[in-house]
């Protein structure tokens, strides 16, 4: 029989903690749906999406009812757009369309792959679509792009970060009067995971398969509560075991769910993604984490150490709980959907430097960061490239989502709801990077012996 | 196939009759039912056989709530407890 106490545990952390499985992504491979022709391209791209996904949002609602447990997201990532774009050439923007009335008409909230992996050069169709983008952005409603500029094994393409930087400013320019939220549909990464499942990164990597389903579960509020029931005298062995332990149950509940879906959809199990996810709900924060292991405010030194804590302990109890992980896999710290981040943000403890260091030992990067919106285009570039930096010499996937609030200055608040949260205007260091950003060229890949 | 349903509130006349009375006109089979009250707060764990029942999970749910009311009723499949505090 069940223990009591076991079944209590799961019920509690979904009803108060906000455990939920934050989204299910099918992700689906367009190579066959290349042709000579754009509009036959784009016929081909819609009728495939939609006998893939046409039931994925009902299976989802009915692993809900059955177990109880609440699936925020369901959602789909494509290959990338620009590959297809290569084979038909045309406007990208016609892909744009057909893959937001998909979206709309399976019922998904949001769809990834409007990317292009530029990290070694440009191949065709790559540049028309990092063109495109912003208008993209601006005129759909679902569509999330995503680039690749870097990698560890063949360095940094710097005419992709001196475009992508003009390109996060003018998707923000473009959608000003909705928050500029074309920016928040934007990724620039480097060491792209090939199966992530969170937005707005998701694409689906030429190395997957044809269809695959793919899992990302959340659960930072579990973890807090998990400290804070034990309190403040536990060492940080102890406290390292407690989130190892908490990880686990997260991540089965998700492989769970996989399988689950996988089997419901006829599409096979790709992998969990073991991030923790915050929303801006109260009590579902990292920063909280961070603050419960000790520090007064998320940002103060000491912050990138227990952030490293963390992010380690969550793989090491997620990784034997799933038979394949993969995705992001660590904790996000995006500012905008985090209330504890938001705070810290406010009170002037966190800055945008401070964000760069703790993104060297965690998922993911500057994620969700409000900058003011006379930020020059060739600052955003240099911070593109001062992330990719990090990703390349870590061997880890950095990503920048920035957001120029156009009209807005240092102290104002951007309110996108829902999700994606509130966030404050953060200064940043305006001396101008442009030489550098001008010069163009590719940062070489880094030596991968001589580690210190 | 099994599922469990948990019942938390405050302690009155009757919630194990209304319980279990959904569960026979559902026609699930109840296995085991381990129940508390602390301090005028019930708290039970009732395990059902859902192999023969009419009607769905969530329709149980629902019919429960009716039923019973002021409480906190959930009815969940029993593999996810199996699969998280099970290795």
Redesign the interface.
């Known amino acids: ?4 106490s ?6 509690t952390m979904i ?1 108060d903690e906000n455990l939920d499985i934050r989204t299910i992504t099918m992700g689906i491979s367009l190579l066959d749906c290349c042709d000579g022709d754009i509009s036959r391209s784009c016929e081909k791209v819609y009728a495939k999406i939609y006998s893939r996904a046409k039931d994925l949002v009902k299976a989802g609602e009915g692993i809900e ?5 609440p699936i925020i997201n369901k959602r789909i990532s494509v290959t990338p757009i620009a590959m297809l774009a290569g084979a038909s050439g045309g406007d990208p923007m016609m892909y744009a369309r057909a893959l937001e009335r998909v979206a709309s008409d399976v019922g998904v909230n949001f769809i990834g792959g409007f990317s292009a992996l530029v990290h070694k050069g440009f191949s065709p169709g790559d540049r028309e679509l990092l063109g495109s983008i912003p208008e993209a952005l601006a005129e759909t409603e679902r569509v999330c792009a995503s680039v690749n500029v870097g990698t560890t094994k063949s360095g940094i393409n710097m005419d992709a970060v001196a475009i992508m930087g003009r390109a996060v400013k003018e998707a923000a320019r473009l959608t000003a009067s909705r928050q500029c939220i074309g920016a928040a549909k934007l990724v620039v990464f480097c060491n792209a995971p090939e199966d992530n499942p969170f937005m707005a990164g998701a694409f689906h990597g030429p190395g997957e398969p044809d269809c695959v389903i793919n899992v990302g579960v959340s659960g930072p509020g579990v973890v807090r509560a998990a400290l804070g029931k034990a309190g403040k005298d536990k060492d940080l062995t102890e406290v390292a075991e407690i989130i190892k332990k908490t990880a686990f ?1 997260i991540t ?2 998700g ?2 769910v996989g399988s689950e879906a996988s089997a419901m959809l006829g599409a096979p199990f790709g992998i969990v993604d073991i991030s923790l996810a915050p929303t801006p709900a109260i009590g579902d924060s990292v920063a909280h984490i961070l603050e419960e292991i000790g520090l007064e405010r998320c940002g103060g030194h000491g912050t990138t150490a227990a952030l490293a804590l963390l992010n380690d302990a969550v793989k090491k109890g997620g990784v034997m709980a799933s038979s394949s992980v993969g995705g992001l896999s660590g904790a996000f710290i995006p500012v905008s959907e985090d209330a504890g981040m938001i705070a810290a943000a406010q009170s002037g403890a966190l800055c945008v430097e401070k964000l760069e260091a703790m993104t060297a030992v965690c998922s993911v990067g500057l994620d969700m960061v409000v900058v003011p919106g006379d930020t020059h285009e060739d600052v955003i570039a240099a911070i593109i490239a001062d992330e990719a930096a990090i990703g390349m010499i870590n061997g880890k996937t950095t990503a920048v989502r920035l957001i120029p609030a156009i009209g807005k200055k240092v102290g104002d608040m951007l309110e996108f709801g829902g999700l994606l949260g509130s966030g404050p205007v953060m200064g940043l260091n305006t001396s101008s990077p442009s030489v550098m950003v001008g010069r163009g060229g590719r940062i070489p890949a880094p030596i991968q012996s001589l580690k210190n | 196939m099994r599922a469990v349903i948990t019942v938390i509130g405050k302690d009155m006349v009757g919630i194990l009759a209304k319980v279990s009375g959904t569960c026979a006109e559902a026609n699930a089979n109840v296995i085991e039912v381990t129940q508390s009250v602390l301090q005028e707060f019930f708290a039970m764990v009732m395990l059902i056989d859902m192999e023969k029942m009419t009607c769905g999970l969530s329709e149980l749910q629902e019919r429960l709530t009716e039923n019973v009311g002021e409480m906190r009723i959930h009815v969940m499949h029993e593999n996810i407890f199996n699969s998280m505090h099970r290795i």
């Open positions: 029989m069940l223990n009591m076991d079944i209590m545990e799961t019920i009803q009812r059955k177990y109880g447990i149950k089965r509940m492989q769970m």
